[in-house]
DNA sequence: CAAGAACGAAAAATCGATTTATCGATTAGA
DNA sequence: TCTAATCGATAAATCGATTTTTCGTTCTTG
């Protein structure tokens, strides 16, 4: 009976130190890989170890520890591809080191953010990777801050005074969709995002406007922005196509606003790229496959999360001195959705044209 | 300096207790809803918890209890919609119980799996939430079944004689696109799936094939599948379609499936659903924005999460009896990717078509 | 050979809570 | 009036590890 309750509950560090007839505390320094054991005992403890199956329980080892071995990772959602892989890659970075991640979705809502925030405080963790629902400014970042806890900021940021930062170097990337869009010769181009606030979406819309001025000063960008959600977002780019404006080409700063657009073309029907062209910030696995394939830019996730990690950890260990704001650079997809504007909707060459056979 | 000192450490039960000049249990009590402790000295808890902005340390508090307050939830990626939300929804319903959700990706690996669950032991957690890669018969539920774990497995399982099941229904949404496809007069359909050992898309496929050669015993099912990844399936179908073979309409039985059969579509200049109707089994953002928009089944992540957490929750508060076997029912979203065969390619009708309006 | 340094391991304190045992004061009952 | 029961609260034990302190041996060394 007592046997059975023994094998009942897990067995303990003491259960291993009485098995091999040494102290707890000894257990502990073998396990720790602390040398100052005699290698008789110490091959006693592992004996022990492994006729139990004894594992240190991390709940009770964090509980004296200084530092416990948890990061806490906050993203705005974990329904698309970028943030579920963002989550992967950081579960796997953090495992790597022994420690294990939290991943909570502050589900777009800055309250909500700043809730499980307050939450990870609790639990102590030694370090946080924040993806802020609007940019490094938010109450979140603030409450890190009056709490003195570590962490990095991901994505939607620029730079700060306080923690490091990492993103995709949306300008650069911008920039070199400009250089599509303008080198294919449109002239007229529709720029639609989300929340104009977020540092990064600005930069985006920014390192279009002056790249694609430059290469051609007389070019027209029209910019749709929506501060809310998605649906004022659609309306607005519905009065705008039903007021009779004629873009030869839309970017989309990011994935939401290409799925708008693509379904304000679909009610119209337009079709890409003969009626008009279309890129969007943020790849997907369907962008390839679908008809046209939709042109994208690709964002480096995994240099991202790693990047991130590396900072976090440099923090967690006691680094000092002033945060880095890093980009990672972007990998700009040309594809089918893509023309040159003029190329009206009977000239061919769209997405009636037949592929290669492999 | 010891001010400073005492306001950089957070603040502990014994603080408080200090504080309000009572002992620490006192406080454990007040804030535990205990009524046998006297309204005045409840009071000066609260005014000091209030004061030093005390909150409780889960780690150290689920340390002494029995039942820690952590569950896990392993799902095989986080890259799609479906897990995606499925881990959002599961954290939701989780911290709604005061419970924390530390979630893991086995990356389609069963040994992963196997590891994370391990690790989750390790933590004590009080239930874990698993989605297994294959089926529930996989090392993971032996795992858990031979160390007293409890724990609910969900979606690609049918039924286990240990744990309780939630999953989509598959056979009567796989019914339902049956009816569908031979109603559209379809007579040559290919099934696409991967991993024919998973319980469910054997379920899908049984549920399909029964429903289609009861309303037309002469119909032709071809199935192509693949044991290990996605790559092989490609190669195959692009075997079948090398060979001459025409089914007028292809049933996906996973969404990666789906997107395979999309661009062998592509690779051949076939178009949905003039010359081939096409429905996949699980639902995404973009199939109700591409040209055609993708038919598909639509899993109802909000009931299996919600479900799951139920009886989990009901497990963890002792609750004996046999394990229960959920199936929650899907929707089968009709889309253009669908048509009746013989329409051809010229006929219009298909992806060429002007949507209407509004 | 005795004092001191070095070594290895056990004992004890600690982390921050919860739970059980104990204790003093008040009230009830004989 | 004295004992027993009740009540509220405190002290102490506990969870499972880590870290610090203490202690007994052995090895140096003057």
Known sequence: ????????????????????GVSAATVSKVLA???????????????AVERLGYRVDPLASDMRRAKRRIIGAIMPEFESEFFGSMVTELEGLAEQRGYTLVAASSRESEAREKEILARMHDWRVAGVVLAPVRNE???????????????????RVLSDDAFDTVSADSAAASAEVARMLVGNGHSHILVIGLAEQAATVRARLEGFR??????????????????????????????YFARGERPTAVYSLLLKGTLVALSEFRRRGWHCPNDISLVGFDDAEWMQVTWPAIAAVVQPVRQIASEAMNLLFRRVEGAMGPPTARLEPCQVLMRESVGSPGSGPHSGGGDRQQPPLS
């Open 210 to 239: 002056t790249q694609a001025l430059a290469l051609n000063p007389s070019v027209r960008i029209d910019v749709i922005t929506s501060e809310v959600s998605v649906e004022p977002l659609r309306a607005s780019l519905r009065d």
């Open 1 to 20: 009976m007592t046997q059975r309750e023994v094998q009942q509950r897990r067995p303990s560090i003491h259960d291993v130190a009485s098995h091999a």
């Open 137 to 155: 400014h938010g109450p979140a970042a603030a409450f890190m801050k009056a709490n003195g806890m570590t962490g990095v900021l991901i994505d």
């Open 33 to 47: 890989g602390v040398t100052t054991v005699r290698p008789e005992n110490a091959q006693r403890v592992f004996d």
